[in-house]
């Protein structure tokens, strides 16, 4: 089987969805690989790295006419499902759910279509899923952004000149980027608080040595408990502003990550919260793509506003491509052949992985729900 890696052409990416480590194992597994020029030279990887692990490199024109799979890292955009060709697969983050209008046209094309955004968070697929994988980077990398952005810097100094005291972090979310912040936060000296409504993150917040903030969810139903966070009531977003308060306007640092799959992300910070902070505090809404954790946060922006200074970014895996393309390619390798038996796939629909992530089979859209319009 061929397996065909295309350029990232989304502004901004640099990444690339097969690194050449990644291409040799498919080799050793009997793939061939074709890779489209200068797809790795954003994330480190030259055309002669994947020639040596025995990859080809193609033009673009020639992967989309004979490769059997097509693997990206974003989704496949109307100009690429046009070059599609009936029966050939495609395996991206597609976010099917937010992008109706391409998957009826892969569905016209008769193509079929793997979306890796719709991974079940089962432990079994742990080691495909890509949005862990790159939310973790983004959890690092936050804290790196904070630091940077930051008047203060993290740890307790004991100095000639005098004592600094070490910096307070705020953590709302303690998903994957979350655990990753408090962690990285943590080494670097801060104090760290986090809170979430899923209160099984407790001990995993306190086993990073930073204190959880529990908020009552004992009225948000039996399963908020699982690891999908539902949307919370408006009775505990009160409970959650008054027990968080205090933390949040003594933070020198507030980092967001709150997230409900395929919703609105919740507004945990309003405007007379902020007016409350300290001013020179920083606050990074990693939620600002689904419409973000603070109220005042805007996508793709910095905004100073009651002094308090308020990042809206996703923080792009990309920032690190490096180490977000090696852990997508793995991802993806593993997705491979667990589709796969001796190179072949299986279309093992009773299968919970096949069945969640397969969107499209043979022009069929099997899943196409809508989401809630952000
Ligand atoms: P996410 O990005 O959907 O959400 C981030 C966090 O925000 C979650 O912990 C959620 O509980 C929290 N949140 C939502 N609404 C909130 C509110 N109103 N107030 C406070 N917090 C709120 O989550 P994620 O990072 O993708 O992962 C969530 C959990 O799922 C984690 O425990 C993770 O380990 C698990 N997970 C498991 C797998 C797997 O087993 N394959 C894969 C992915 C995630």
Redesign the pocket.
């Known amino acids: 089987m061929n397996i065909g890696v295309l350029k990232e052409t989304q502004k901004g990416e640099r990444r690339v969805s097969i690194t050449p480590k990644i291409a040799e194992q498919l080799k050793n597994k009997g793939f061939e690989v074709f890779i489209e020029e200068d797809s790795g030279i954003k994330s480190s990887y030259k055309n002669s790295d994947y020639s040596k692990s025995g990859a080809q490199i193609r033009t673009k024109e020639d992967i989309f006419k004979n490769a059997d799979v097509l693997i990206k890292i974003n989704p496949f955009d109307n100009s690429e499902i046009d070059l599609l060709k009936k029966g050939q697969i495609i395996i991206a983050q597609l976010f099917h759910k937010s992008h109706p209008k391409e998957m009826q046209h892969i569905s016209q094309v008769g193509a079929t279509a793997f979306s890796m955004d719709a991974?079940?968070?089962?432990?079994r697929?742990?080691d495909m899923?890509v949005?862990?994988s790159q939310?973790n980077l983004a959890g690092y990398k936050a804290v790196i952004l904070g630091a940077y952005e930051m008047t203060k810097i993290f740890p307790l100094m004991m100095t000639a000149a005098g004592t600094i005291t070490p910096s307070r972090v705020l953590i709302?979310?303690?998903?994957?980027?979350?655990?990753q912040a408090i962690a990285t936060a943590k080494r670097l000296g801060a104090i760290v608080e986090a809170?979430?409504?899923?209160l099984?993150?407790k001990e995993?917040t306190e086993s990073l040595g930073a204190k959880f903030i529990t908020v009552n969810n004992e009225d948000e139903g039996e399963d908020m408990n699982s690891?999908?966070?539902k949307?919370?009531s408006e009775d505990?977003?009160r409970r959650?502003q008054k027990a968080v308060n205090k933390s949040l306007f003594q933070a020198d640092l507030v980092i967001t990550?709150?997230?409900?799959?395929g919703r609105r992300?919740?507004v945990?910070i309003k405007e007379d919260q902020v007016k409350q902070m300290k001013n020179g505090a920083v606050i990074i809404d990693l939620a600002a793509a689904q419409g973000g954790n603070c109220e005042l946060s805007e996508f793709n922006k910095t905004v100073v506003k009651h002094g308090v200074k308020i990042i809206g970014t996703t923080i792009a895996p990309e920032s690190v491509s490096t180490n977000a393309s090696d852990l997508y390619a793995k991802n993806m390798y593993n997705y491979l052949i667990h589709l796969t038996d001796d190179n072949q796939f299986k279309w093992d629909l009773k299968d919970e992985i096949t069945d969640e992530t397969l969107i499209v089979f043979n022009g069929e859209i099997r899943q196409n729900g809508k989401t809630e319009e952000i």
Request: aromatic share 8%; net charge negative.
């Open positions: 991974m079940p968070r089962i432990s697929a742990q899923d949005l862990s939310s709302y979310g303690v998903g994957v980027a979350g655990l809170t979430d409504i899923r099984e993150t995993q690891v999908y966070a949307v919370a505990y977003a959650q990550t709150a997230m409900v799959p992300s919740p945990l």
